[in-house]
């Protein structure tokens, strides 16, 4: 096959899955814009998004502050941005994490069975029976509201589904004849797993990981409005909205409206694109 | 008989989960900041009344003392005691488990009454604009922070245009005395008072959080509802139906929808616990007299016994609930076998 | 499926929040009745009695409404027409008249003849010494709190009949009397505390927690923690003029911003602690009505704690104390909801009263010639402190002090604690630098002294961890001068120490604000800052 065929065959696929689902294409353009702020954000941000100024706090859109300034003079836009980077990078954080940590335990439970699995599934059921959000604040409680704590947390709460994902993918191909022949072949069981299985889950995975980000970032904006999220004054999403929220009541609705319409345009992104790409890479889920 | 057995079996294989629950829970709960002992002892105590208090309090002990004295408050049904309420967590948590179920249900009953339709609509004409629609809307109602909402409900239904209760809890007790409590759900007991009017206020106090949260679970319902509906749709049942006749309309609301209970019937319970544990936020900005309150404020003020409890009686919950949705289901499609 | 099922379906989704919500339309509320008041505060009560272990503040906002005291203080009108309590008036509660010995050291209670507990049993002088009693051997704050009266052995207490009551001191304390009138000598139904009393708890201070034992202007109709307490006025009450409000409710909602939007939409009568830019914006709309009283023996400031380097050395102290950016804080942190408490002129010394401005005020140049004086030309790191449940006010404030210092090169880390640690971690000393405030309920400069600046005493309110023996004598020769030049000039001499030293910045003086409608009067300032319903009126 030649480079000219793939190529054509790649862009005769990816016209056919944008025609098909535009929505996801345009979730697709947004995360990049996103990615693009989140690296070039301290670059491009007009202000210090820490720097305050006693003689404009509060002040609504203008030209110079198109997003307004908050309580302490701070510019609202160069916040926005600035946090970007911050708040994909917690939700990256945490969602690798608990891939990582789900594409062991999942796979093992699911391939060998027996009390290993048991064990796992216990683990996993625990963890489930939990009040997920409660678990969060109570770990970031005792740990400290760090970044690092946040996203721990975050990857703690999460992980049951992964482990899950991967179990029952496992699970699913553990008899088939393809796996059946590696064995067969004389490849140890390990061997078998990380080869043959578990290339073969990872779309699934992948799809419930880009489900999962959006709830990660609405985790972490929860912790914030109970005061348990990353230390001021670093600008993020979820605290700007719950500091922003407190003013409400009195109007300086820039406060919170910018930051939310990012948080939210993040959240629906990746939420759609899970979407998407769980109707492009696991058609038989497709819902 | 096979019934009572599968409950006994499915009740069994939950304890390691109940067992593995009650250590975390009271690990966390140690490692939560804070000093209990000086906490109670107050402001204006001494080195050695915060001793006195720790030995009084049993923190002294090793811990697995400390574990083994907890395990047997429990066995007794001893929950132990809240610092912030100054009463027993059992009674603390029985008296606010109603207001947060009653709120779920009715953010679950929002999100069935809006999603399924919607999911309904979007299977009719799959890959359609309306199709799209709907997928979009019910994505963006779960990418907004609960509590985020919720602040902007009270802002624009009851602080600019007045069309919403004031956001005071379940009832407004200024007007309407709260009715005896019998179920400990205010609609319900409001109407075994017999007063219509108290049932309106709880009612309408119940609209704007209930809201806020079935948001949440307008996505994962709608898109149940649209792939069973489709599956639904394109089986052979519904293929000779039309076949035979049948109008849409009738395929649509008795075959089709009939057998897409089962898999609604199943989201349904995870979203039920989901809600219950998200509704942690929105009862702080409707004052809502829930244990998700109590529970932020419990982890907040470093309150042991009110978050072990907490923490213990939600888990128990979930178990139940499952087993109630397991078992459900297998009323409602009689092929459906729980073999644990 | 027919396009009209398309279309109702349609409309079902559609409508259906519309519908929910228009079902509730005709419930939006008129005013509250005449005679309930409907207050909404942020937290409320852990128990009914403040004797109780682990009793919170707001446990004394119910024994100050639900439990009489013997005697009690008059108000007056300040210059700014505000009604505050007068200190420097005594009056009859339980008590009718009172005796004092000339050497101050026997005091004679004759208790009126009518009082009756909320049971409706008769008030007798055998209570008042039980609950005397009591409140000393309870233990924690009440038992220091009574000692602050030099009240300290049950003993002390006596009956000489069944209406008059003795207090026997060793040593005359003019702390004393007022001591009387907060509300720690609560005076409970011995009777019926008792019946509910056991082996463990002789004082029955778990049912007193629970339960309402006392013969005060309300008592308690019902409760229900971490959600209302509901007040009903005691028709029986003898023990001064029966209050207008027939019922109380205090409402918590923990969450500031619907706390404003309830008064503001008129659907409650008073709201309690909002930040101070709510306050401060509503009192400038003029629509409700924001009283903000300047609180009695009260300061804020910034602690630099004197055991840890290098605010160890009082050159840093002094330079931290020019460093920090004041004005901002007053407008930005705390909206000029206080006084401040810096850039005085001091030349010529300090009143002998508390609290006092500081000679200090922003001069970034000063600031860093101190630094260099100290040897710490290039700065240093360290960590601020903050109090997570006031994070309204803090959080900005350290944000500008974070932003201020690292101008003259130290680098802070804002660290946020937990209202459950904030205690541990002050009675600790182990902050370097933290914000803080505090306030007495005895108006005395050196009573806040001995809290506070105090090396002996060394409660937990002493963050910076200070010990001056000289300024400890001094506090103890104020406590036991009952006015006059000396005690001025010691005062005066106390005050300069602590400005010099600088083991915390005074940064204001703030406001006890309460924002209210407009047809409620009869709000008076009280030295526990909880509101005293006796006195509300609507109109």
Known sequence: MSDQTVSSTFLSDARHLIGQNRI?????????????????????????????????????????????TDALGRDVLSRVIVATRLDLGMAFGAVALSFAAGLI???IAGYFGGWIDTVIGRFIDTLMAFPLFVLAMGIVAALGNSVANIVIATAIINLPFYVRTARAEVNMRRDLTYVEAARMGGNRPWRVLAVHVVPNILPAMVVQASLNFGWAILNAAGLSFIGLGVRPPTPEWGIMVSEGATYIFSGEWWTFTFPGIALVLAVLCFNLLGDGLRDILDPRSRT | MTMLITILRRL??????????????????????????????GASATPESIAEVRSQLGLDRPLLLQFADYVGDLLHGDLGHSVSSGQAVLSDLL???????????????????????????????????????????????AAFPTFFTALVFVYAFYYRLD?????LGRLNEIYFVAPPQVTGFMLIDTLLAGDMEAFRSA???????SISLGLFALAPIARVTRAAMLEALGSDYCRTARAMGLSGRHILFTTALRNATLPILNVLGMVFSFLLGANVLIEKVFAWPGIGAYAVNAVISSDYAAVQGFVLMMALLFIFLNLVVDLMASIADPRVRYDV | MTHANKLKLGAIAAGTMTALLLASTSLATADTPADVLVQVGEAGPNSLDPMAPAANELSQMVAWQIYDRLVTHGLKTLPDGTVSYDVTKIEPQLAESWDISEDGTEMVFHLRQDAMFHDGTPVTAEDVRWSFARAVAAGGFPAVQMAAGSMTDPDMFSVVDEHTFKITLDAPNKLTLPDLAVPVPDVVNKDLALEHATEDDPWALQWTAQNDAGSGPFEVTSWKPGNQIVFSRFEDWKSGPLPEMRRVIYREVPSAGTRRALLEKGDVDVSSGLPPKDYAEMAEAGQVKVIGSL????????????????????????????????????????????EPMYGADASSGYAPEWPVASPYDTDLDKARELLAEAGLADGFATDLY?????????????????????????????????????????????????????????????????????????????????????LDAMTRTALSLDGGAEYDQTISAMNAIVMEDVPRAPVAHLYSDIAMQQNVEGYVYWFHTNLDYRFITKN
Request: a negative charge.
């Open chain 1, 105 to 107: 335990l999942g796979p």
């Open chain 3, 386 to 470: 903050i109090d997570m449940s006031q994070t309204t006010i803090q959080e900005p404030m350290a944000l500008l002090i974070k932003e201020q210092l690292a101008k003259i090169g130290i680098d802070i880390t804002i660290n946020k604690v937990p209202g459950s640690d904030w205690f541990a971690r002050m009675g600790s000393q182990t902050m370097p630098m933290d914000i803080n405030y505090f306030y007495g309920w005895l108006d005395y400069p050196e009573y806040f002294y001995f809290w506070t600046y105090d090396g002996i005493t060394n409660a937990v309110f002493n963050t910076p961890a200070y010990n001056n023996p000289e």
């Open chain 2, 95 to 141: 008296t606010r488990l109603p207001a947060s179920v009653e709120l779920t249900l009715a953010a679950l009953v929002f999100a069935l009454v809006v999603g399924m339709p919607l999911g309904v609509w979007a299977a009719t004409r799959p890959g359609s604009f309306v199709d799209h629609a709907c997928r979009l809307l019910v994505t963006l109602g």
């Open chain 2, 163 to 167: 069309i919403a209760p004031e956001p």
């Open chain 1, 24 to 68: 996801t294409f345009a979730a697709g353009i947004l995360l990049v814009l996103f990615v693009v702020l989140a690296i070039i954000g301290p670059l491009v941000a007009p202000f210090d998004p820490t720097a305050t100024d006693a003689s404009a706090s509060l002040a609504a859109p203008s030209w110079r502050h198109p997003f307004g």
């Open chain 2, 12 to 41: 069994l294989s939950a304890i390691p989960s109940v067992l593995g629950v009650i250590v975390v829970t009271f690990l966390l709960a140690r490692a939560l900041p804070g000093d209990p002992a000086a906490f109670y002892a």
């Open chain 2, 203 to 209: 009612f309408g106090h119940l609209v704007l959080p």
């Open chain 3, 295 to 338: 609180m009695q023996n009260e300061m804020f400031f910034v602690d630099m704690n004197t055991k840890i380097a290098p605010f160890d050395n009082k050159l840093v102290r002094q330079a931290v104390a020019y460093a920090l950016p004041y004005d901002a804080i007053m407008s930005q942190a705390l909206y000029d909801r206080g």
